[in-house]
């Protein structure tokens, strides 16, 4: 039960992560980013191209800087003109950058499944009351802490943090007020997308990387944003975990439904708590 445990706080730590993410990019700019998953994609062979000739840590961060310059580059084109459209529309073009990357990476890498080496010094395994677990696995599960205090510290403590907070619940009301929300816009998705990189290169050691890799992850990311809050940071940490856990005992006890189990909590947390676990903008 220990082993079960960790393990589905390993994958709630990936889900968070990635879904912080899309928590922030939607907060700001009001986009429905299908295209996050293909990023997550993007940022794993990012970091295990570079990781063949400079080691897993310069290739975590050339993931998180590229990713974050696409991210911008990608707010630029598609987010900052859609977000006034119809989210049918944005929905479409985010679904057709996610088929766009993918074909991409498949050109350039091809459609075998890559395996890439986690860190020397994470290789190991670690005893927790006498059972052995993967350091690596503990080291997934210590950088969703260290993103989420990092988040919260810089949400809470700093001035641009206090600006993401309100325009996240009324970026209108946040404009008039004299903040340049069209900037702020721009930092939180190069974040958003920074993170979404991060993600990547953190799962490659633990998922077998594919083209397709972000599509499958993306639908469990989107359950943990709608039952967290859409704009809610703390309900998404909540949320990940809750998922995470599901999914992973879920895999254990009720193999033949596993993929229901996150989707039944979904419904339940919207039948009696429409808004999400957690209040917008919290």
């Given at each position: ?105 498949r050109t350039i ?49 700093s001035r641009i ?122």
């Amino acid at each position: 039960m220990l082993i079960l445990v960790l393990n589905g706080l390993v994958y709630g730590s990936l889900l968070y992560v990635l879904s912080v993410g899309l928590v922030l990019i939607f907060g700001l700019r009001r986009v429905t980013n299908f295209a996050h998953g293909g990023l997550f994609m993007v940022g794993a062979y990012l970091g295990y191209a570079v990781s063949t000739f400079g080691g897993f840590w310069l290739g975590l961060i050339v993931s998180i800087l590229g990713l974050s310059v696409l991210g911008i580059i990608i707010d630029r084109l598609i987010f900052r003109p859609l977000q006034d459209h119809d989210p049918i529309n944005t929905l479409l073009v985010t679904f057709g950058l996610l088929l766009a990357l993918e074909d991409a990476v498949r050109t350039i890498f091809g459609k075998d499944f890559i395996l890439m080496q986690p860190p020397p010094a994470l290789a190991g395994v670690t005893r927790l009351l006498g059972t052995p677990f993967p350091s690596y696995r503990l080291f997934v599960i210590a950088v969703a802490v260290i993103v989420a205090v990092a988040l919260a510290t810089w949400l809470m403590k700093s001035r641009i943090g206090l600006f993401v907070r309100a325009a996240s619940v009324d970026p209108v009301t946040t404009g008039i007020q004299g903040v340049d929300t069209e900037k702020l816009s721009m930092l939180v998705v190069a974040i958003g997308t920074g993170l979404a990189g991060l993600a990547g290169v953190v799962s490659a050691p633990l998922l077998a990387l594919s083209p397709s890799m972000g599509g499958y992850i993306l639908i469990d990311c989107f359950i943990v944003v709608v039952t967290g809050g859409l704009t809610s940071f703390t309900g998404a940490f909540v949320a990940a975990m809750l998922i995470g856990q599901a999914h992973n005992l879920g895999v254990a006890y009720f193999p033949a439904v596993a993929s229901l189990i996150p989707l039944l909590l979904m419904a339940g947390v919207l039948i009696f708590r429409p808004e999400g676990l957690v209040k917008s903008g919290h």
